[in-house]
């Protein structure tokens, strides 16, 4: 099978972990889902893709004070993505 990309797992030990993919654009509501970190204060988010948007989500990361438990991927390879997906708590 593919191997996940190399540095992706463990995010946080065994903490449950979401994983969210498309490209970084306002109507895909990835600052939503970065918004709702704080709320899910046991809960790890990995965002795969690359867009305009990027540079505008990562500063809410931080200024959402969440930027501990995001990571953001940048675009992988079909294979590799599937392979993230499939290890992860929830998709």
């Given at each position: 099978g593919v191997a996940i990309p190399e540095g992706?797992?463990?995010?946080?030990?065994?903490?449950?972990?979401?994983i969210s993919a498309g490209r970084l654009v306002p109507w895909k509501k990835f600052d939503t889902l970065i918004r709702l970190m704080n709320d899910l204060p046991n809960v790890d988010l990995i965002i795969v893709g690359?867009?305009?948007d990027r540079a505008s989500l990562e500063?809410?990361?931080k200024n959402e004070g969440v930027a501990?438990?995001?990571?953001?991927?940048?675009?992988?390879?079909?294979?590799?993505l599937l392979a993230l997906i499939r290890s992860e708590s929830v998709v």
């Amino acid at each position: 099978g593919v191997a996940i990309p190399e540095g992706i797992l463990p995010v946080r030990g065994s903490r449950l972990r979401i994983i969210s993919a498309g490209r970084l654009v306002p109507w895909k509501k990835f600052d939503t889902l970065i918004r709702l970190m704080n709320d899910l204060p046991n809960v790890d988010l990995i965002i795969v893709g690359e867009g305009p948007d990027r540079a505008s989500l990562e500063t809410l990361t931080k200024n959402e004070g969440v930027a501990d438990r995001v990571r953001f991927m940048g675009a992988l390879p079909r294979a590799e993505l599937l392979a993230l997906i499939r290890s992860e708590s929830v998709v």
